[in-house]
């Protein structure tokens, strides 16, 4: 169903919103990995303020739907949004990456409420959420396992292995999203280790391909509205993304995988996001 | 007693091979408890988690030969509160997938329980690629892991047994084959964490874990037949946590340890025994014998034993060598009592 046009202003209010948290938690933690938070961020907004049950005062709650966010170096991006839905203080992100906060570069699922998987090394998402899938399968529960997943993580042979399994054991209570952005830490990701036929790939691995602009709303609740539902096969969603999209100066740029900001390029990006959005 | 009420004696368990036994418990504790899934990587059979297979088919996930995946599967499926049993080669488990098995079940210390057949040299045969001499150090390294190497297939039920009633992950290295039983039942009180005392001796105390106790336990029997020796034994079946009471014992009242076990002398039995005296201050004479620092030869596991030293014989040669030495008479001795 299409989004209402108050759902869609709520839900661009809200990336305009993260994409600035997200701005300032680079600023406190020194640095981070921003050009693929802010890839994600309409992937992350539309599941944690549509689509996922959850309840951020009981992070436990066993019916909950389980999120993996396995592209795990996402945390500056991530850890705003679950900040946001109530997990924890918005106040604890200003000490991201200090000596015993609960918040590092990659969020820890052992310390952080609403985190169900411990990720940063790349690979290990996919096969955890299949685990998790056919564990509330075996069982008869009713959530469903969303993982978002990088580009360049599909490099990592366990994916496919995962992605093998998946169509084997027809999981499609999975619902898993690739961010697209093209880039990885060292250059684009065609000239690092090309992925491309990327959607092909998949395709000769069972699964169903559901390609999107990641940054527009209505296609990605579509897709996931159509993954939510598929019964036959596992649905991949691959979200075509800008790295750094809404900060002109990171904009598509790999340099920007991880970086820093001073006061001045904090404003500056901050004026970028909100530029974008007045146009928008 | 199991607390489980799952007993087992040599009249049960006759005539199978170790990784059988593991087979046969691994079903009678499904039998009454749903939580139990399994996986193996192309390795049900070999493993003979292919009994649970056989007897619960939509509790069984066969991951193909993807043992990264396999254990990326299995912490999934430990979180949404299932208890899988994974078994696949111990090669494998603790090396083809090692960071699986760190980051992804050890660190949020979940309910997987690891079944690792084919362990140290019992696979001699199949030369360097199938043996796994490595496994007892790297799973000591993770934090949460507990890890056993049974002695035989009567203490491998304990093991799985207790490895279920363990919250946590548990390592469990079994060997090909067919072990010689060391005890007739399961209840001489198995305790994860506790040595088994298999003789008492006041002259020299062997400690040992997997095959090398049986051996230990038969070389101790003739020591003191033939040489007069008094020796303990000890069975070391956990080496994480390992069992610091029965070896600072064995230190104030032998003052001779010397371990024998089936994998490198680096990071194994004979290096959890040596952390611990050593950090006692306590003075002991301490051997351990294992595979030295290199990759094992091929052959049948019985001669693996006797060229790397924990065959009954070379256990009763190398006590009588280390009995022959003068500890005793170095200068400082009593001063370091």
Redesign the interface.
């Given at each position: 169903m299409p989004l209402s046009n108050e759902e869609l202003q709520k839900f661009k209010e809200k990336a305009c919103q993260i994409r600035k948290d997200t701005i300032d938690t680079v600023y406190w933690a020194g640095g981070g990995h921003v050009g693929g938070s802010l890839s994600f961020t309409e992937i992350m907004v539309i599941l944690y303020y549509k689509y996922l049950r959850i309840d951020p005062k009981n992070p436990q709650w066993?019916d909950r739907d389980?999120v993996v966010v396995s592209k795990g170096h996402a945390g500056v991006g991530y850890a705003p949004i679950l900040a946001d839905k109530g997990y924890f203080p918005k106040e604890l992100l200003k000490e991201y990456n200090h000596t015993g906060s609960i918040l590092g570069m990659h969020l820890d699922?052992?310390k952080v409420p609403g985190v169900?998987?411990?990720t940063g090394?790349l690979?290990?998402g996919?096969?955890?959420?299949?685990?998790?899938?056919?564990?509330?399968r075996?069982?008869n529960?009713s959530w469903l396992?969303y993982c978002i997943m990088g580009d360049g993580e599909c490099d990592e042979?366990?994916v496919w292995?995962?992605a093998?399994?998946a169509a084997?054991?027809k999981v499609t209570n999975l619902i898993t999203i690739v961010d697209r952005n093209r880039m990885m830490i060292d250059g684009p990701t065609e000239e690092v280790m090309r992925l491309e036929p990327f959607a092909d790939k998949w395709k000769a691995f069972g699964w169903i391909v559901k390609e999107v602009d990641g940054h527009d709303f209505n296609a990605l609740a579509d897709a996931i509205e159509y993954a939510q539902k598929e019964d036959k096969a596992p649905v991949v969603i691959i979200a075509h993304t800008i790295k750094g999209k809404c900060v002109d100066f990171m904009e598509d740029k790999y340099e920007w995988h991880y970086g820093g900001l001073d006061s001045e390029k904090v404003e500056l990006a901050k004026a970028c996001i909100d530029k974008h959005y007045c146009e928008m | 007693m199991a607390a489980d009420g799952l007993t087992y004696t040599i009249v049960d368990t006759a005539n199978m091979s170790t990784a059988e036994i593991y087979g046969k418990v691994l079903c009678d504790l499904a039998e009454k408890h749903n939580d139990i899934v399994g996986l193996s990587a192309d390795l049900a059979k070999s493993t003979k988690i292919g009994q649970f297979a056989a007897k619960f088919p939509n509790r069984f996930f066969n991951a193909g030969i993807a043992e990264q995946n396999m254990f990326g599967m299995a912490a999934g499926l430990a979180k949404s509160g299932l208890t899988p049993f994974v078994s696949t080669f111990a090669v494998f488990a603790s090396l083809r997938a090692a960071e699986q098995v760190r980051t992804d079940i050890c660190y949020p210390n979940l309910n997987v329980k690891i079944i690792a057949t084919h362990a140290g040299t019992s696979f001699g045969q199949a030369g360097t690629t199938h043996h796994c001499t490595e496994d007892l150090a790297v799973m000591r390294s993770f934090a949460n892991m507990v890890v056993i190497a049974p002695a035989d297939g009567i203490e491998t039920a304990n093991a799985v047994i207790a490895a279920y009633e363990h919250k946590g992950p548990v390592y469990i290295r079994i060997n090909r084959g067919f072990d010689p039983f060391l005890y007739e039942k399961t209840d001489y009180g198995f305790q994860i964490g506790k040595a088994v005392q298999l003789r008492d001796g006041t002259d020299i105390t062997i400690i040992a874990c997997g095959a090398a106790a049986y051996n230990a336990y038969h070389a101790a029997g003739i020591l003191e037949k033939e040489d007069g020796l008094s020796v303990r034994v000890l069975n070391m079946h956990t080496i994480k946590p390992i069992d610091e009471e029965a070896i600072m014992k064995a230190v104030m009242e032998t003052r001779r340890i010397v371990t024998f076990e089936d994998h490198n002398i680096y990071g194994g039995l004979g290096s959890a025994v040596a952390e611990v005296i050593v950090k006692s201050g306590k003075a002991c004479a301490f051997e351990s014998v294992g595979i030295p620092d290199e990759f094992a030869i091929i052959g049948l596991p019985e001669d693996l034993q006797n060229y790397y030293g924990f065959d009954q014989n070379k256990i009763i040669e190398k006590v009588r060598q280390i009995m022959g030495k003068d500890f005793e008479q170095t200068e400082d001795w009593e001063d370091e009592v």
């Open positions: 066993p389980r699922g052992n169900d998987a411990s090394s690979g290990h996919l096969p955890i959420s299949v685990g998790l899938a056919l564990g509330a075996l069982q529960k396992t042979g366990s292995e995962a093998m399994a084997h054991y | -």
